[in-house]
Nanobody, 119 residues
Framework: QVQLVESGGGLVQAGGSLRLSCAAS????????MAWFRQAPGKQREFVAV???????NYADSVKGRFTISRDNAKYTVYLQMSNLKPEDTAAYYC?????????????WGQGTQVTVSS
């Protein structure tokens, strides 16, 4: 089983920055894409950003120009650098990865890390 563990959430003022990290661990696996999603209270979980194994990245329109996703394939880790944070960015942020193990792929999720942006 592959586990994803997020860290780096917290409380920040509007206009501030945070960096989230997510590390994958387990036995004999590889990862295709690594992504971040978020879920605000009372709302559905939404896509934030994705980094594919080949280097391509993609972002939700709401975070383009403010968030940057990157990954360290050697460490099975993905990062989300968040800048110019807004109160509407407040949410639980979840790391997700498409994991390939024994020739089969599945999507794994982390437990989430809270980001709160005060106005």
């Amino acid at each position: 089983q592959v586990q994803l563990v997020e860290s780096g959430g917290g409380l920040v003022q509007a206009g501030g920055s945070l960096r989230l990290s997510c590390a994958a661990s387990g036995i004999a696996f590889s990862i295709n894409d690594m992504a971040w999603f978020r879920q605000a209270p009372g709302k559905q979980r939404e896509f934030v950003a994705v980094a594919f194994s080949g280097g391509t990245t993609n972002y939700a329109d709401s975070v383009k120009g403010r968030f940057t996703i990157s990954r360290d394939n050697a460490k099975y880790t993905v990062y989300l650098q968040m800048s110019n944070l807004k109160p509407e960015d407040t949410a639980a942020y979840y790391c997700s990865a498409e994991v390939v193990r024994s020739g089969r792929s599945s999507r794994s999720w982390g437990q989430g890390t809270q980001v709160t942006v005060s106005s």
